[in-house]
């Protein structure tokens, strides 16, 4: 069955510091997305990307982050400058299109635990 | 302002007796709506949606999902509850218009043996 899959499982960075999280789609999926949910805490909305654009962004999705799909498998989120409340698990996610649009449900990963120090 | 509204942090049920897990919404039209389950150290799994139709809708794992748009609610249930569904539960709405989801709280749900 396929799935998306995100790496690493665990990253620490120290605060200031750049962090690349990858994600790999399922592949025939069009949308892709970024999620956080801080420890015990609901999961919130950061971006969803289509077309190579973003579509919609959170008031969280500051200056500091950005989305790049560099290729054709793999999709990125970028921090520029960590902060110790970024600290949190980072889930990818990605779903089909239908009729151009989509209100299909999303496949998740299994997240990357992000600890900022 | 688009909200999901999941009221009960935690819900206790024995085995074998039905469960609910609530959910209200609120969005400007027309929602899509979602419910996920997540087990511990891992990533959301898709449970089941309303998009249009039948307002009773039948997802995985034996849970149904009733869609009532005068309450604005789409409470998860299950008629005979299992040890393995005890796990965190999410809600999840689609403003129709926009490709930008929101998630309630999360409601842990402990099924007792």
């Known amino acids: 069955e396929p799935e998306v899959t995100q790496t690493p499982s665990h990253q620490v960075t120290q605060m200031g510091q750049e962090v690349i999280l990858r994600c790999v789609p399922i592949?025939?999926?069009?949308?892709f997305y970024w999620y956080r949910q801080i420890l015990g805490q609901k999961v919130e909305f950061l971006v969803s990307?289509?077309?190579?654009?973003?579509?919609?962004k959170s008031e969280i999705f500051d200056d500091q982050f950005s989305v790049e799909r560099p290729d054709g498998s793999n999709f990125t989120l970028k921090i520029r400058s960590t902060k110790l409340e970024d600290s949190a698990m980072y889930f990818c996610?990605?779903?089909?299109?239908?009729?151009?649009?989509?209100?299909?449900?999303?496949?998740f990963g299994p997240g990357t635990r992000l600890t900022v120090l | 302002a688009q909200s999901v509204a999941q009221p009960e942090d935690q819900v206790n049920v024995a085995e074998g007796n039905p469960l609910t897990v609530k959910c209200t919404y609120s969005?400007?039209?027309?929602?899509?709506l979602f419910w996920y389950v997540q087990y511990p150290n891992r990533g959301l799994q898709f449970l089941l949606k309303?998009?249009?139709?039948?307002?009773l809708v039948k997802g995985s794992y034996g849970f149904e999902a009733e869609f009532n748009k005068s309450q604005t609610s789409f409470h998860l249930k299950k008629p005979s509850a299992l040890v393995s569904d005890s796990a965190l539960y999410f809600c999840?709405?689609?403003?129709?218009?926009?490709?930008?989801?929101?998630f309630g709280s999360g409601t842990k749900l402990n099924v007792k043996p």
């Open positions: 990307f289509y077309n190579n654009e973003i579509s919609e």
């Open positions: 592949s025939n999926h069009l949308y």
């Open positions: 999840a709405v689609r403003d129709r218009g926009f490709n930008k989801f929101y």
């Open positions: 969005v400007s039209g027309n929602p899509y």
């Open positions: 996610a990605s779903s089909e299109e239908t009729s151009g649009f989509s209100y299909n449900e999303q496949f």
């Open positions: 309303y998009i249009t139709g039948d307002n």
